[in-house]
């Protein structure tokens, strides 16, 4: 998986003092391969001292879909990462698809998620419209 995910363009490493460096769609990247299957997290654009509302809001958001169930969230090494699966079985329109899935969701992290939680606010979680 990792292969083709670097032949398509998204994934690239870089050498860096005896040590892979990855990139996916430009974006700082830690990949771990699995029996043919791979899992890439990208790092997130988010203050590192974000509010327990934050990381409740974002987990929840990620667990409410179907869509979003490869996906996962770590803390590590004072910053915050979003994790997926890529299946060794995707054809290479739904890894693409999948790749720029992971793009939009971390937008939306970054963007709309870390706003000030405001506790009276209806929940996003569930809505169609």
């Known amino acids: 998986m990792i292969g083709r995910l670097v032949n398509s ?3 690239i490493s ?5 040590r892979n460096e990855w990139l996916l769609a430009e974006r700082k990247a ?9 899992s890439v997290a990208i790092v997130l654009d988010v203050p590192q001292d974000v509010t327990n509302d934050w990381i409740n809001q974002t987990s929840l958001v990620l667990a409410a879909s179907e869509t979003t169930r490869d996906y ?8 915050w990462l979003l994790w997926r699966y890529y299946d060794e079985n995707q054809d290479d329109e739904k890894l693409s698809q999948a790749v720029a899935f992971q793009l939009a969701i971390a937008r939306f992290i970054e963007k709309d998620l870390i ?4 506790r009276y606010r ?8």
């Open 115 to 118: 706003k000030p939680f405001d």
């Open 30 to 38: 830690y990949v771990v391969e699995q029996h043919g299957s791979a």
């Open 14 to 18: 870089n050498s860096h003092q005896g």
């Open 9 to 11: 363009g998204f994934l």
């Open 72 to 79: 996962g969230l770590q803390y590590r090494d004072n910053t």
């Open 122 to 129: 209806a929940s996003i979680i569930g809505r169609t419209a």
